[in-house]
């Protein structure tokens, strides 16, 4: 069976194309098999296995991941990958407006506080925290052409930060209610909306032995190894006030809501990359 490194160009294209067909099927909220369409890829390709393209879509996730894309469900971003894979990415991104479109439309959509049910399934681990290498994409230019800012459009979606949010107060007082706690689950509080958001987390809550809670919450509509946005302000929160500042990651919140918790501060939970500088004139 052929290896990583011997991936010819057509293999690779192959496999693109079929990611980022995947990924315009996903963002209009149509369904696909991916196993389906992973087995019929591999059958195009050089005697490749389900397995491998999996993990070569795996690799593709960990390039749009970097060049600012939201992602393929279930293909958790993988950084092993050959430079080929980001030239093949730019060439047919260029020229893929249906993926451009879906995804400019994806991170606009408004989103509306609603009534979710409510069990223990909501609550999943949180993604192993790796150090990782350095991404390719910085290793051999940042300046890449294809580069997007969906998901910091998403992180600028005030309706969908809102809903996020109010699904956290509820998932916070329902959980001290049900652990016998009512006086606590009453003061919990939507900080954000009643003090501001200047106080870097978002909403007040409480341990079940009363110890307040710092919950900072971030909503994606997208899966759980999307990345997101954290001010310096919400860092300086959390080193401050680790043992009571909790991260609250909200993710497939249109589809089917999960919730991780990353509790302490912000940067022993996450690899932090500077994105955006405050620039000063004299």
């Not at 294209?13 to 019929?40: D, I, P, W």
């Not at 249906?98 to 991170?107: L, N, T």
């Amino acid at each position: 069976m052929a290896g990583e490194k011997d991936w010819s160009r057509r293999e690779v294209e192959l496999c693109v194309a079929e990611y980022l067909h995947m990924l315009t099927l996903q963002l209009n909220g149509q369904n696909f098999n991916k196993r389906a369409r992973s087995v019929a890829l591999a059958e195009k390709l050089n005697q490749r296995s389900r397995t491998a393209v999996e993990f070569k879509h795996c690799n593709i996730s960990a390039v749009m991941t970097e060049l600012g894309y939201p992602l393929v469900q279930g293909y958790k971003p993988r950084s092993n990958y050959q430079r080929l894979l980001i030239e093949v990415l730019e060439e047919q991104l260029s020229s893929n407006s249906a993926v451009q479109d879906a995804a400019q439309a994806a991170v606009q959509r408004p989103a509306t506080p609603t009534d979710f049910v409510f069990d223990q399934k909501i609550w999943v681990p949180a993604p192993e925290h790796s150090e990782g290498r350095e991404s390719a994409v910085a290793e051999h230019g940042i300046f890449s052409p294809m580069r997007r800012d969906f998901l910091a459009q998403e992180s600028r979606n005030r309706s969908l930060g809102l809903a996020g949010e109010t699904l956290v107060v509820d998932l916070e007082v329902r959980r001290l209610y049900e652990a016998g706690k009512k006086s606590l689950s009453e003061r919990v509080e939507h900080v954000s909306q009643t003090l501001g958001d200047g106080l870097g987390y978002d909403v007040l809550s409480f341990d079940d032995d009363g110890r307040e809670r710092l919950i900072e919450v971030k909503t994606t509509a997208f899966g759980r190894y999307t990345p997101f946005y954290v001010t310096r302000n919400e860092l300086a929160r959390s080193e401050e006030d680790a043992p009571t500042y909790h991260l609250y990651r909200v993710f497939d919140f249109r589809e089917n809501p999960k919730v991780f918790d990353l509790p302490g501060a912000i940067g022993s939970n996450c690899r932090l990359d500077a994105a955006t500088y405050l620039a000063r004139v004299g």
